[in-house]
């Protein structure tokens, strides 16, 4: 098998691993600096963050939430090479003008590693928790295309000039349009999601990545190629976006190692190696080869359900990475 995959090393090429965390499940911002640190010293390519403000499922998320830009503008000042960025922040939760100097900022403060993900927002009960809007699913999409255009607008006008935009839900007159993120024109843009129609033909317009979280490869595969037919029927090369997906990660030297580690974050063995990436060294390489070959991925998040197994990431960056290389 290993013969197999050093013969067929081109079907990793520039694939890159991502360190994905979900702090809503409890976790305070020290525990993400020590995942984040890990993960550039291990080598990833980038640390990214759910934005959440509530928990999911049958644990306390104690000691509470933490805020997604105050977590990515610290790190922006405690690592020097990582990417980062956040699947997704919710377009429900900023204005879009404050949003966009908020991450600007960050950009700034991270010397140009900064990566946006912006998503409608999706989870009510977290809004209910904070007093936060949830408009209808319909609103929340016009409200969510009309984030794109304002922030990417904002960054995009030239130093000097002012952007004005007049939408249903927003307006923004004579704005100076600053601050500027380093990276220009824009950092990159993320958006993801099951949606059959909207989300392919937003995707088109303002990604740079398209992201699809905890689906199986075939689900994926069909999703892509919505995005891929939606980037030709307005004349852009599809080939531009990257793909990636989101995939929780359960990596041990054995069995037993793999057991264990399914049963800190309450999950069955079988059905994380159905659905995530599972199991040894060996087992997961050839799992991201099949992604790859199946779906064009280029990139794979890796959802570290439990943030205190720094063993884990050092695991995968030892014995999975070089594979990949």
């Known amino acids: ?186 950092p990159p843009v993320l958006i993801g999601g099951a949606g059959k129609k909207r989300t392919p033909a937003l995707a088109a317009r303002f990604a740079d990545e398209f992201n699809l979280p905890f689906v199986d490869m075939a689900t994926a595969a069909d999703q892509f190629e919505r995005v891929e037919q939606a980037c030709t029927a307005i004349g852009r090369d599809p080939a531009e976006l990257v793909r990636s997906a989101a995939l929780v990660v359960c990596v041990g030297k054995d069995e037993a190692q793999i057991a264990r580690r399914a049963e800190v974050i309450g999950r069955d063995v079988d059905e994380l190696r159905a659905n995530g990436l599972t199991g040894t060294p060996a087992e997961v390489v050839d799992t991201i080869g099949t992604w790859r070959q199946r779906t064009g991925i280029t990139r794979a998040y890796l959802q570290l359900l439990d943030v205190s197994d720094l063993d884990q990431l050092e695991l995968i960056a030892s014995e999975v990475t070089p594979q990949l290389d």
């Open 1 to 186: 098998m290993v013969e197999a995959r050093l013969a067929s090393k081109a079907v990793y090429e520039d694939f890159k691993l991502r360190v994905f965390t979900e702090p809503q499940q409890g976790a305070t911002y020290d525990d993400l600096l020590r995942v984040a640190t890990t993960a550039e010293s291990a080598g990833y390519d980038a640390f990214f963050r759910s934005d959440h403000y509530l928990k999911m499922g049958p644990v306390s998320g104690e000691p509470g939430p933490t805020d997604a830009w105050l977590t990515l503008a610290g790190l922006a000042r405690e690592t020097t090479r990582l990417r980062l960025g956040t699947l997704m922040s919710a377009a429900t939760f900023r204005l879009p003008g404050p949003l966009a100097i908020s991450a600007a900022q960050a950009d700034q403060m991270s010397g140009g590693r900064i990566e946006f993900g912006l998503g409608t927002g999706w989870y009510a009960d977290e809004h209910t928790a904070y007093g936060i809007p949830f408009p209808s699913l319909r609103e929340r999409f016009d409200r969510y295309a009309e984030q794109l255009e304002i922030v990417t607008g904002l960054w995009g006008t030239p130093s000097g000039e002012t952007f004005d935009y007049d939408g249903t839900y927003y307006r923004l007159a004579d704005s100076p349009a600053l601050p500027k993120p380093v990276q220009r024109p824009r």
